[in-house]
């Protein structure tokens, strides 16, 4: 049973930066994308950022060159995300497919598994 589950959300000003934790377990696959969604009240879910098993990255137009996703170990996927603006702000969630992943198209996959999420609050 694969299980995500997030950490490290929280309330900040704009400007300012946060890093996100994903502890993966019950993962077997050897080829896979895992990354980041968000969604924000009244607004439809957006992929963030993803990374697949051979290191390969993507980003979201509106986060490039503020957010960097990477792995601290096998297990464990963070986000760092800085100069954060209020439009940041939203319930974010780590996601992550089963084999056979495309990252090219991974942010707009919708069939994942799913974390809980962790809530990320900038103010101006």
């Known amino acids: 049973q694969v299980q995500l589950v997030e950490s490290g959300g929280g309330s900040v000003q704009a400007g300012g930066s946060?890093?996100?934790?994903?502890?993966?377990?019950?993962?077997?696959y050897s080829s896979?994308?895992?990354?980041?969604?968000?969604?924000?009240?009244?607004?439809?879910?957006?992929?963030v950022a993803g990374?697949?098993?051979?290191?390969s990255t993507r980003y979201a137009d509106s986060v490039k060159?503020?957010?960097?996703?990477?792995?601290?170990?096998?297990?464990?996927?963070?986000?760092q995300m800085n100069s954060l603006k209020p439009e940041d702000s939203a319930m974010y969630y780590c996601a992550a497919s089963g084999s056979g992943c495309s990252i090219?198209?991974?942010?707009?996959?919708e069939n994942l598994y799913w974390g809980q999420g962790t809530q990320v609050t900038v103010s101006s």
């Open 18 to 28: 946060l890093r996100l934790s994903c502890a993966a377990s019950g993962y077997t």
């Open 32 to 47: 896979y994308c895992i990354g980041w969604f968000r969604q924000a009240p009244g607004k439809e879910r957006e992929g």
């Open 51 to 55: 990374i697949d098993s051979d290191g």
């Open 65 to 79: 060159g503020r957010f960097n996703i990477g792995r601290d170990n096998e297990n464990r996927l963070y986000l």
């Open 104 to 109: 090219e198209f991974f942010l707009a996959y």
